[in-house]
């Protein structure tokens, strides 16, 4: 079978509308970038507005997270029951017909006869209706249960821990869209128990090097941000989006442990060549991630909490590190999964 489709069928019955989160960042980033283009802004105090909660946006994508998904729940669902043959359309109509007593004006005219044949042909039609009905309903039924079978076969190799289905549950929930400015892609590693994202995080130019403000006199104030200011931003964005890429994995994969490394293509002042580094890089295990307060940490304090590598200065930035392994030897096989652009 398909597990892509599988996953695709199950992920249509259970996908979300856009989550708030989601729906304020993408109207943020728009915003965001209508700001930068103006020349002339008719409001000082909007265009602070949009720009704070620019920055708030940024600085909290690991706060949201999809439900986790019950695996064990999906499993123990119900097969979808046999519809019941369709009478309605007949045993209305024979009621009609049983019920038909001439009126004055029927027996005057001698219209009875005529009636009760019309009343006759009448249920014969509504046999046929319910026939068509019926028809559909098992047609329904029969997809509604191809899906719930594909459902129950899915929820048992994804509980089983087979690596081979992780990417398609991933594909299928697209738990990354809507927050673009994590990174361009993803790239994803899967074992039974763990799973390993390379995750290529736009470079700074997400990260404003202004700061907005209104002046006493109404007017809007625009200044050159520090650069130390921009660099703790970005180091917030970066391990922001690492904690939320861990975050949605565990809660769709049930698996023990997220190893994620943030990469950016930098230039090389050595040769002149653009080249691709790691500069943050953390093994993060379920029970250390569950015990964390999302909306009230600091996402680079929140680093501390895990075996990782980064290298920062508020005046320097990032510096290329080693990539994290895992906390210890997997046996199983490796399944590796295809990029997943960020939309």
């Not at 045993?91 to 009343?119: H, I, M, T, V």
């Not at 991933?170 to 990354?176: G, N, R, S, T």
């Not at 994969?253 to 002149?272: C, D, K, S, Y």
Request: charged share 20%; glycine share 4%.
């Amino acid at each position: 079978m398909s597990w892509k489709g599988a996953a695709r069928s199950f992920a249509a019955t259970a996908r979300r509308i856009e989550r708030d989160q989601q729906r304020r960042s993408r109207i943020a980033a728009q915003q965001f970038k209508q700001l930068q283009k103006e020349q002339v802004v008719t409001s000082a105090a909007q265009a602070v507005a949009t720009y704070n909660d620019y920055l708030a946006v940024i600085g909290s994508v690991h706060h949201d997270c999809s439900p986790e998904l019950n695996w064990a729940a999906v499993q123990q669902e119900k097969a979808p029951g046999v519809p019941t043959p369709s009478v309605e359309h007949e045993r209305n109509a024979q009621a009609a017909l049983a019920g038909y007593q001439p009126g004055f004006l029927d027996r005057l005219f001698k219209r009875g006869p005529k009636k009760q044949e019309q009343l006759a042909q009448a249920v014969a039609t509504a046999r046929q209706c319910d026939q068509q009905v019926t028809l559909e309903q098992q047609a329904n039924h029969t997809r509604q249960y191809a899906d719930w079978q594909e459902r129950q076969e899915l929820a048992a190799q994804v509980l089983a821990k087979n690596a081979e289905v992780y990417s398609s549950v991933l594909d299928a929930f697209a738990p990354f869209a809507g927050i673009e400015h994590l990174g361009s892609h993803l790239e994803f590693t899967f074992t039974a128990d763990h799973v390993e994202v390379d995750v290529h995080v736009r470079t700074a130019e997400v990260i404003p090097d202004f700061v907005v403000s209104q002046l006493a006199s109404g007017k809007l104030s625009r200044k050159k941000l520090s650069l130390s200011k921009f660099n703790e931003l970005y180091q917030d964005l970066v391990c922001g989006a690492l904690l939320r890429v861990a975050r949605e994995v565990f809660a769709h994969l049930p698996v023990a442990q997220v190893v994620t490394h943030a990469l950016v293509e930098q230039l090389n002042p050595a040769t002149g060549q653009i080249e691709r580094h790691v500069i943050a890089s953390a093994s993060m295990p379920r029970a250390t991630l569950e015990t964390l307060n999302f909306t009230a940490l600091d996402p680079s304090d929140s680093m501390r909490n895990f075996t990782h590598t980064m290298k920062f200065t508020k005046t320097g930035g990032f510096q290329a590190v080693e990539r994290v392994g895992l906390a210890a030897p997997v046996p199983s096989p490796r399944s590796r999964g295809s990029a997943e652009p960020l939309r």
